[in-house]
């Protein structure tokens, strides 16, 4: 197989998606760059003689197969799944709507499980391929205003590495990508979605963290161009790593996370290893 790979790419009409194209053309792969709006994701990435726009809706099981269709028709192959598409609901778990929860979980999980449903018979078939999901230190590390989010990006995390040993032995590898803060469309309005403020204790707190948000917005550390050109190395390496942690603020996050779950296992070991039934074998 030539160096040459095709890369599917979700969500590629703005943001992260946009970078993650442009940035896997750049290194002499083709892209099938999709969105609701091809023609958005066309404008966004510009022309090129190895891009496929495509629309598609990844809440459709219908469009993702569809889109898979038209990127096996046009370049025979996928090679490379890019998890990217995905939005925000954001407020206190309280004041966030149970369909507005459901609806995070609907497009950050159900999403890339229907992406990822409609293209593992061509990569299985392929007896080659890596899937990559964008998920967020969000998927790993809890936090307030957060609830919905973080529950659907765990749930991401849960879901890919289960996913991991089920499609290794068909030559499919496995990425997820864990990015702290960059600086996207991903605190804008049209991202992000906060939960209407009907709770008085909660309301000080919120207007606290919205302003700050909001002042954060297009400030963000991270590079976003960096990262999908990073992204495009990582995902061409010949064992790609099943997490790649995504910015200097997540490595720290994610390693402070790592160091308080094994003082919590530390804190209780004795008690947590005592619950076996007195006939079980000692090691057990």
Do not use: C
């Amino acid at each position: 197989m030539s160096d040459k790979k095709v890369w599917f790419v979700t969500g590629a009409g703005r943001g992260m998606g946009v970078d993650i194209a442009l940035a896997a053309l750049a290194a002499g792969h083709a892209v099938v760059a999709t969105g609701r709006d091809p023609e958005r994701v066309g404008a966004a990435v510009g022309p090129h003689d190895d891009l496929l726009t495509v629309a598609l809706d990844i809440t459709d099981p219908a469009s993702a197969r569809a889109a898979v269709d038209a990127a096996v028709e046009r370049f025979g192959r996928i090679d490379v799944l890019v998890n990217n598409a995905g939005n925000f609901y954001a407020g206190f778990f309280e004041e966030i709507t149970p369909e507005d929860f459901r609806a995070q979980i609907e497009t950050n999980l159900f999403g890339p499980l229907n992406v990822t449903r409609a293209v593992l018979p061509v990569m299985r078939a392929q007896r080659a391929g890596h899937v990559v999901t964008i998920s967020s230190t969000a998927g790993l590390i809890g936090g307030e205003f957060t609830s919905a989010y973080a529950a659907s990006k765990f749930a991401l995390e849960g879901w890919m590495e289960s996913l991991t040993p089920e499609v290794a032995p068909f030559g499919i590898r496995t990425t997820v990508v864990e990015p702290g803060f960059f600086r996207t469309d991903l605190l804008t309005a049209g991202s992000t979605n906060y939960a209407e403020p009907s709770i008085d204790d909660y309301a000080e707190r919120t207007r606290q963290t919205v302003a700050a948000w909001n002042d954060m917005n297009g400030r963000q550390g991270g590079d976003p161009a960096k990262l999908a050109v990073s992204l495009v190395q990582v995902a061409t390496q010949e064992n790609p790593p099943l997490r790649w942690v995504a910015g200097a603020d997540a490595v720290q996050g994610v390693e402070q996370k790592a160091n308080d779950l094994l003082a919590q296992v530390a804190a209780h070991r004795e008690l947590s290893s005592s619950l076996a039934h007195d006939d079980a074998p000692a090691n057990a």
